[in-house]
């Protein structure tokens, strides 16, 4: 449920209490001069309370240095849309991608190296060397900052499980442990209730983004970094084989998926989760909000629990989104976007305007029916960690047992970053054959496999030659 008056309640309070004991982000533009950041990070129109708690960030940046002028730019990141953007001289000043896009811009020169600024403000030190290394060139040179980073898990509609009578005495949910456990979950949620079991996406690129979880579940290794600087792609190999197949069996043997995986992506998946027309779905930490506040899906109705394991093991595919900033960026701009991320929260800082951030964003998303759960730890500063956790904790509306298999997981050696290479690439010859053997009951899994080997391996060979 929407609460305007709160929020701006919230964000009066919290943004006011930050000014009242002073600020520690430095005011960066000299007197007299005017510099202008373009908000690509701006939240898109119809997420009015995000604007709202923004336009308030806003009002306080005009505190710290009104020299600095912000201007909402919101802009959603594709691969189809950004270069031209980038060569027509209208990116915004700071923007987000996605993790496997970053060492792609960072070799296009499409974006801004950052280290001193970062190194300047302390904060290179503190960030998730794993992350970090994602956001680096060849000579450690950094260009961008985690938003937040995510781990794939299975995401459930507790409602589903419920009438399908998968419900523990304690309110836990009897979750699929291994990918053969959930083909039978799927098909006891479709028998006694209707609902799909799983929301397999077919549709475009997150299609190929999700399977390759499940392959390496299978044991499946998608692509080889070879020392010469090219890749060795492996999508023919017998493990990826029988997780294509794996998937078919959804469709074909079990009857389980939505009715059309083909028409089904990133979004269309979390509404089937929110209003149950499917009643799991591959899901991650960053994107709780979209079945409960996107979707309607009560908040205490969402579980998060660990994706499932395979006979090659258990992993769970770690990414995210990056903060990075225009090539055009001067320094001042730059200062002043990292100074706007401190103020929102997002930045390694426990100042007072971080600890605002956190309570004006955590406060909406409670206001707003989202679950306030922990974030993916991309700083590692012990002391930052802990004073966000006490927001969250401040906060929590959700009862943590559906969500704690997840998180106790994400803490292990479970994680395992996107396959190296030219990734979406590799996801789109990917989700290829997944249109196929949606569509095809018949269709040869190992030939659409073999032909998406060869398609992405030519796609290698053209970006990366050997030395």
């Known amino acids: 449920m929407r609460n305007k008056k709160l929020m701006k309640k919230v964000l009066c309070a919290a943004l006011t209490a930050a000014m009242a004991v002073g600020c520690t982000v430095p005011v960066l533009a000299e007197e007299g001069e005017k510099v202008t950041v373009t908000l690509g990070i701006w939240p898109e129109d119809t997420?009015?309370?995000?604007?709202?708690?923004h336009e308030g960030f806003v009002e306080r940046m005009k505190e710290i240095d009104p020299n600095v002028e912000f201007v909402p730019a919101y802009y959603k990141y594709a691969t189809e849309t950004f270069m031209p953007m980038v060569e027509a001289g209208n990116c915004p000043t700071i923007f987000e991608s996605w993790f496997t896009e970053t060492k792609k811009l960072i070799r296009e020169g499409a974006v801004a190296d950052i280290t001193d600024e970062l190194e300047a403000r302390g904060w290179l030190d503190k960030m998730n060397p794993v992350?970090?290394?994602?956001?680096?060139?060849?000579?450690g040179r950094v260009y961008g900052i985690p938003r937040d980073a995510y781990a794939l898990g299975l995401m459930c509609n507790v409602e589903v499980f419920e009438e399908a009578g998968l419900v523990n005495d304690d309110g836990t949910i009897q979750y699929p442990k291994t990918w053969d456990e959930l083909a039978e979950t799927a098909k006891t949620i479709k028998d006694k209730t209707g609902s799909a079991g799983l929301c397999l996406l077919a549709k475009d690129n997150a299609g190929g983004w999700h399977w390759s979880n499940i392959a390496w579940a299978?044991?499946?290794t998608l692509v080889d970094e070879n020392e010469d600087g090219t890749y060795t792609a492996h999508l023919d190999s017998e493990e990826a084989i029988a997780a294509m197949d794996y998937v078919k069996s959804l469709k074909w043997d079990?009857?389980?998926?939505?009715?059309d995986p083909t028409s089904e992506d990133w979004g269309t998946g979390f509404t089937q989760l929110g209003t149950g027309g499917a009643a799991m779905y591959i899901g991650a930490n960053d994107a709780i909000n979209q079945p409960t506040e996107v979707n309607g899906l009560p908040v205490d109705k969402v579980a998060l629990v660990p994706i499932p394991a395979g006979p090659g093991g258990q992993?769970?595919?770690?990414?995210?989104?990056?903060?990075?900033?225009?090539?055009?960026?001067?320094?001042?701009?730059?200062n002043a976007?990292?100074?706007y991320l401190e103020v929102f929260g997002k930045a390694p800082s426990a100042s007072e305007d971080a600890v605002a951030g956190w309570e004006a964003d955590y406060s909406q998303k409670e206001s707003v029916g989202c679950p306030v759960i922990p974030r993916f730890p991309c700083w590692t500063d012990q002391e930052i960690m802990d004073a966000e956790q006490a927001v969250i904790d401040a906060h929590s509306n959700v009862d943590m047992k559906l969500f704690q298999d997840y998180f106790d997981l994400v803490d292990t050696d479970a994680l395992r970053t996107e396959e190296p290479g030219l990734t979406q690439d590799m996801y789109a010859e990917i989700t290829k054959v997944l249109q196929e053997v949606m569509v095809n009951?018949?269709?040869d899994t190992a030939a659409l496999m073999a032909t998406a080997n060869e398609n992405y391996q030519q796609i290698l060979d053209?970006?990366?030659k050997a030395n």
């Open 462 to 464: 053209d970006k990366f």
């Open 441 to 443: 009951e018949d269709a």
């Open 337 to 339: 976007a990292l100074d």
């Open 131 to 139: 992350i970090r290394e994602q956001f680096s060139d060849e000579n």
């Open 47 to 53: 997420l009015e309370d995000q604007i709202e708690m």
């Open 254 to 259: 079990y009857d389980v998926l939505t009715a």
């Open 315 to 334: 992993y769970l595919l770690q990414g995210g989104t990056p903060y990075m900033f225009s090539k055009d960026a001067t320094p001042e701009e730059i």
């Open 218 to 220: 299978f044991g499946a």
